[in-house]
């Protein structure tokens, strides 16, 4: 292949046997174009390579090789017989509502006891539904654990800083009241 007359070698002159990004069908390895005359991108025929599913077992989608390691992946079903491993594409628990978010204790304690705490909290319970309409049950079951559990955090967190809040406030009120002389009339 040569574009016009341009000697044999020198600026511009193509290699024998070859265009532009063409391997010498000697060697093996990625990017090689097939001694049949491919083009670009296309994959030497012994297979591999990118966009292709490896011929034994895995990837998404695919069912785990007969009823062992189920973690639970995209696409995938549990096992028969049951156990819920948590994956996208499951089907939901048998009550098919989505567990409590703690959205209204999330508000309170973030609102009243401790804000930071609580804030984490609302964080949590929002989560709990948007995982459980894209399918992720176990993820939505414990968000909701975990909203549960910083809600009841900031709660406790509230109490021991109002209790200590009032014992201060009793604390210098005492002490203002012990150093006013008290006047006595005889």
């Known amino acids: 292949m040569s574009y016009?007359?341009?000697?044999?070698?020198?600026?511009?002159?193509?290699?024998?046997?070859?265009?532009?990004?063409?391997?010498?069908?000697?060697?093996?390895?990625?990017?090689?174009?097939?001694?049949?005359?491919?083009?670009?991108?296309?994959?030497?025929?012994?297979?591999?390579?990118?966009?292709?599913?490896?011929?034994?077992?895995?990837?998404?989608?695919?069912?785990?090789?007969?009823?062992g390691g189920y973690g639970g992946g995209y696409g995938q079903q549990p096992p028969s017989g049951g156990g819920y491993g948590g994956g996208y594409g499951q089907q939901p628990p048998a009550g098919g509502n989505p567990p409590d978010n703690h959205l209204v204790a999330a508000i309170l304690t973030t609102l009243f006891c401790c804000l930071p705490l609580g804030i984490v909290s609302i964080v949590k319970s929002s989560q709990v539904n948007s995982k459980w309409q894209i399918g992720d049950f176990q993820g939505a079951a414990l968000a909701s654990e975990e909203a549960k559990t910083w809600w009841k955090r900031s709660l406790i967190a509230g109490i021991i800083w109002w209790v200590l809040v009032i014992l201060f406030y009793v604390v210098v009120f005492v002490l203002l009241a012990a150093s006013v002389p008290s006047t006595s009339s005889y």
């Open 4 to 67: 016009g007359n341009q000697g044999d070698g020198g600026y511009g002159s193509q290699p024998p046997g070859g265009g532009y990004g063409q391997q010498p069908p000697s060697s093996g390895g990625y990017g090689q174009q097939p001694p049949s005359g491919g083009g670009y991108g296309q994959q030497p025929p012994s297979g591999g390579g990118y966009g292709q599913q490896p011929p034994s077992g895995g990837g998404y989608g695919q069912q785990p090789p007969s009823g």
